[in-house]
């Protein structure tokens, strides 16, 4: 699944997916994400509630997005 939400983040979707364990548990999430905020938020929703793993790759595409 890949999730790129608005500044203001995607908490509801989220808290809506199946958790790892459950048999419609996903194999991965990509977050694509410019507010480091609403991230933090999100992903410790998907760590705490949902049980998935976090693993971080900052692909710095752009040094300066124009989202900031």
Avoid: M
């Amino acid at each position: 699944v890949l999730i790129d939400p608005p500044r203001d983040g995607a908490v509801e979707l989220v808290k809506s997916l199946p958790a790892r364990t459950d048999a419609g548990g996903l194999k991965r999430i990509v977050y694509v994400s410019c507010a480091p905020g609403t991230l933090a938020r999100d992903a410790s929703v998907l760590v705490h509630e949902r049980g998935y793993r976090l693993r971080v790759k900052n692909r710095g595409v752009n040094p300066r997005p124009p989202c900031f």
